[in-house]
């Protein structure tokens, strides 16, 4: 039965690492083996004091097969990671600052970790919150004496995963942006805060197991109201960082105290009679959570349609059969036409709520104008498209700069917003390009007639 848990345990670490790794995010694929490296020093401390080097190299050996396995499931899309990533603009790594661009800061870390419920995070890639409740279950599991050491390391990681996620401010990324082998492929520094999340959910756990544990005596009835009072005190140096560095709407600092408070006091109560109310914990944590992500765009699908749907665009166009691609100049800032707008209205507006319906719109937007990478998706090659990441290679680069001045300078710049004007005939040409869409934004209308303003004729 030992040996099949452990089989059982490596196919699982293998399938979750060969998901991850095709999703297609190589930063997330980075930060979790960082993650599983701390966490396998981690265990091999544990092991070798347990029972020496044979124990620990055995469980270590273990997980390192589920890696191993993993990759190996998933070398379709590896490989040829590995292999663009040669030919990348990011294949000696980023400058300092351009790697820290998107970093965290001052002002930003109330709302990344703690739930706003008012108001939606700078950008979401901010967040890390595990609710307030979670907060005051973390600080009752970092105080328990069971699982100790656990609970510091998860303690450091979380802290230093949020130095990281402040960015070249510190010195902490500069140092891992200049010794860390591969941590300057990649920008945006607020992504570590998924360590900090993690660590603050597993707290949250041990803190949970610590009150269901139960025991006894006033040292035990002194835990939560400890652990709450270490969670309190996070909360208010947060909030007050985030008053110090920033503007922060009062009506988020209602908000927080409210909430905190309440939480904190039914935490308190709850454990105080163990065996009893315990079980509250769990629908109380999933209700603040469920209200604190009510912000999010997660929270507000838009209809299938906006990427289902053909579109006046899509119509027209055919797909790539004839290989001629299509390029999109389009300002996708323009307003649907009234008549299309009050259609839409009707079928969705009451449905999904004015917040989504304006979503609908923008989405319906990038897909006629076939905005960098839809194109692809939708069976329309262009030479125009940049999400990130790998791409885009060193000779597109080079290629673009053949016939866009400045290219150099703005590497992942979309073409859509590097031409000012309708490319010459030759250019594309040189591109394969056979249909381009542009807007009628700075048209005039002359007694009803549309003159096109992009185009000059003698």
């Given at each position: 039965l030992v040996g099949l848990a452990v089989v059982v345990s490596v196919l699982g670490l293998a399938v979750v690492v060969a998901l991850q790794v095709t999703a297609g995010h190589p930063q997330q694929v980075y930060i979790a083996l960082l993650i599983v490296a701390g966490y396998a020093i981690f265990r091999l401390a544990r092991l070798?004091?347990?029972?020496?080097?044979?124990?620990?190299?055995?469980?270590?050996?273990?997980?390192?097969?589920?890696?191993?396995?993993?990759?190996?499931?998933?070398?379709v899309q590896l490989l040829p990671a590995l292999f663009l990533s040669a030919q990348s603009i990011r294949a000696g790594g980023l400058p300092l600052y351009e790697a820290g661009s998107f970093s965290l800061r001052p002002g930003d870390l109330g709302p990344a970790l703690l739930p706003a419920f008012t108001d939606a995070p700078r950008s979401q890639e901010f967040l890390a919150f595990v609710g307030f409740t979670g907060l005051w279950l973390a600080g009752v599991g970092l105080i328990g004496r069971r699982h100790r050491g656990l609970a510091l390391t998860l303690l450091g990681a979380g802290a230093l995963a949020l130095l990281l996620a402040a960015g070249p401010e510190l010195p902490f990324f500069r140092l891992a942006h200049r010794w860390l082998p591969g941590f300057d492929l990649f920008r945006v520094p607020a992504r570590w805060l998924v360590v900090v999340n993690l660590a603050l959910a597993l707290?949250?756990?041990?803190?949970?197991?610590?009150?269901?544990?139960?025991?006894?005596?006033?040292?035990?009835?002194?835990?939560p109201v400890i652990g709450f009072g270490v969670g309190l005190v996070v909360m208010l140096a947060v909030g007050l960082t985030s008053i110090i560095g920033g503007e922060l709407p009062g009506r988020i600092l209602i908000a927080w105290l409210v909430v905190g408070l309440a939480t904190g006091v039914l935490v308190v109560a709850i454990a105080l009679r163990p065996g009893r109310l315990l079980w509250l914990l769990a629908p109380l944590l999933a209700v603040e959570l469920f209200f604190a992500v009510r912000t999010l765009e997660l929270a507000r699908p838009i209809p299938a349609e906006a990427f289902s749907g053909s579109g006046p665009v899509l119509a027209v166009v055919p797909a790539g059969s004839d290989g001629a691609r299509a390029l999109g100049l389009a300002d996708p800032s323009y307003e649907v036409n009234d008549v299309d707008r009050t259609a839409y209205a009707s079928e969705y507006l009451e449905r999904i709520g004015e917040e989504s319906f304006r979503q609908f719109l923008v989405a319906l937007k990038y897909r006629d104008t076939l905005s960098p990478n839809l194109a692809n998706a939708y069976g329309r090659p262009s030479p125009d498209g940049y999400d990130g990441g790998v791409l885009p290679l060193r000779d597109y680069v080079r290629f673009k700069s053949a016939f866009l001045a400045g290219a150099e300078t703005a590497p992942d710049a979309l073409m859509r917003n590097q031409f000012e004007e309708i490319p010459e005939?030759?250019?594309?040409?040189?591109?394969?390009?056979?249909y381009l869409l542009t807007d009628r934004k700075d048209d005039l209308e002359i007694e009803g007639v549309f003159v096109d303003m992009e185009e000059e004729i003698r």
């Amino acid at each position: 039965l030992v040996g099949l848990a452990v089989v059982v345990s490596v196919l699982g670490l293998a399938v979750v690492v060969a998901l991850q790794v095709t999703a297609g995010h190589p930063q997330q694929v980075y930060i979790a083996l960082l993650i599983v490296a701390g966490y396998a020093i981690f265990r091999l401390a544990r092991l070798y004091r347990g029972g020496g080097w044979r124990s620990a190299g055995s469980g270590v050996g273990w997980l390192v097969a589920g890696l191993v396995l993993g990759m190996a499931i998933s070398a379709v899309q590896l490989l040829p990671a590995l292999f663009l990533s040669a030919q990348s603009i990011r294949a000696g790594g980023l400058p300092l600052y351009e790697a820290g661009s998107f970093s965290l800061r001052p002002g930003d870390l109330g709302p990344a970790l703690l739930p706003a419920f008012t108001d939606a995070p700078r950008s979401q890639e901010f967040l890390a919150f595990v609710g307030f409740t979670g907060l005051w279950l973390a600080g009752v599991g970092l105080i328990g004496r069971r699982h100790r050491g656990l609970a510091l390391t998860l303690l450091g990681a979380g802290a230093l995963a949020l130095l990281l996620a402040a960015g070249p401010e510190l010195p902490f990324f500069r140092l891992a942006h200049r010794w860390l082998p591969g941590f300057d492929l990649f920008r945006v520094p607020a992504r570590w805060l998924v360590v900090v999340n993690l660590a603050l959910a597993l707290l949250a756990g041990l803190g949970a197991e610590r009150l269901a544990g139960g025991g006894g005596g006033d040292g035990w009835r002194r835990l939560p109201v400890i652990g709450f009072g270490v969670g309190l005190v996070v909360m208010l140096a947060v909030g007050l960082t985030s008053i110090i560095g920033g503007e922060l709407p009062g009506r988020i600092l209602i908000a927080w105290l409210v909430v905190g408070l309440a939480t904190g006091v039914l935490v308190v109560a709850i454990a105080l009679r163990p065996g009893r109310l315990l079980w509250l914990l769990a629908p109380l944590l999933a209700v603040e959570l469920f209200f604190a992500v009510r912000t999010l765009e997660l929270a507000r699908p838009i209809p299938a349609e906006a990427f289902s749907g053909s579109g006046p665009v899509l119509a027209v166009v055919p797909a790539g059969s004839d290989g001629a691609r299509a390029l999109g100049l389009a300002d996708p800032s323009y307003e649907v036409n009234d008549v299309d707008r009050t259609a839409y209205a009707s079928e969705y507006l009451e449905r999904i709520g004015e917040e989504s319906f304006r979503q609908f719109l923008v989405a319906l937007k990038y897909r006629d104008t076939l905005s960098p990478n839809l194109a692809n998706a939708y069976g329309r090659p262009s030479p125009d498209g940049y999400d990130g990441g790998v791409l885009p290679l060193r000779d597109y680069v080079r290629f673009k700069s053949a016939f866009l001045a400045g290219a150099e300078t703005a590497p992942d710049a979309l073409m859509r917003n590097q031409f000012e004007e309708i490319p010459e005939g030759w250019v594309l040409d040189l591109m394969g390009v056979g249909y381009l869409l542009t807007d009628r934004k700075d048209d005039l209308e002359i007694e009803g007639v549309f003159v096109d303003m992009e185009e000059e004729i003698r």
